[in-house]
T-cell receptor, first 113, second 113 residues
Framework: NAGVMQNPRHLVRRRGQEARLRCSPM?????VYWYRQLPEEGLKFMVY????????ESGMPKERFSAEFPKEGPSILRIQQVVRGDSAAYFC???????????FGSGTQLSVL | GENVEQHPSTLSVQEGDSAVIKCTYSDSASNYFPWYKQELGKRPQLIIDIRSNVGEKKDQRIAVTLNKTAKHFSLHITETQPEDSAVYFCAASLIGNTGKLIFGQGTTLQVKP
């Protein structure tokens, strides 16, 4: 089992560009969570998805941010018109079911110039 | 919503000593409490977890205790080693809800050889 795979590991964008972060959950996991981590801070919940459904997006900014988890393919976190404040590490985690352990990917470090 | 407070923010111990990290949570309905270890630039890794029907759980040098009445839980590391140096995060969630974890702010543990 390859674990939770995230790519790219590092992403550099200029202000105003779009950032797409990808997450492939562990095999057999249908629950995906996205978290954001600012330098020297904790992990902040953004969004929880199951296949083809957004279940809880209470931690995601209403504008510029969107997430999807299609029937086929990885989960995508999309940030439009990035600003410097979006610079952070974005982690994806997956679990096989609600209430099961969450396993994290290696994260994507987004830097906005 | 749930809020998790973690103390101390930094902790320095001598190799071989014990380390204790404490967390409090606000939502009395929370019933799952994992601890994650994050080394610099790496993914958070689950090291131990406890559910609310248990007061204590131990795994070799690591133990977690839970006091539901006081709404706090603690991580205990005995016989610390330099490789224990990392940032440790506590978290809380409500199993049966969305399964999302609410994290504490993290504790940077330094074990001096």
């Amino acid at each position: 089992n390859a674990g939770v795979m995230q790519n790219p590991r590092h992403l550099v964008r200029r202000r105003g560009q779009e950032a797409r972060l990808r997450c492939s959950p562990m095999k057999g996991h249908s629950h995906v969570y996205w978290y954001r981590q600012l330098p020297e801070e904790g992990l902040k919940f953004m969004v929880y998805l199951q296949k083809e459904n957004i279940i809880d997006e209470s931690g995601m900014p209403k504008e510029r941010f969107s997430a999807e988890f299609p029937k086929e393919g990885p989960s995508i976190l999309r940030i439009q018109q990035v600003v410097r404040g979006d610079s952070a590490a974005y982690f994806c985690a997956s679990s096989p079911d609600i209430g099961e352990k969450l396993f994290f990917g290696s994260g994507t470090q987004l830097s906005v110039l | 919503g749930e809020n998790v407070e973690q103390h101390p923010s930094t902790l320095s111990v001598q190799e071989g000593d014990s380390a204790v990290i404490k967390c409090t949570y606000s939502d009395s309905a929370s019933n799952y409490f994992p601890w994650y270890k994050q080394e610099l630039g790496k993914r958070p890794q689950l090291i131990i977890d406890i559910r609310s029907n248990v007061g204590e759980k131990k795994d070799q040098r690591i133990a977690v205790t839970l006091n539901k009445t006081a709404k706090h839980f603690s991580l205990h590391i005995t016989e610390t080693q330099p490789e224990d140096s990392a940032v440790y995060f506590c978290a809380a969630s409500l199993i049966g809800n969305t399964g999302k974890l609410i994290f504490g702010q993290g504790t940077t543990l330094q074990v001096k050889p």
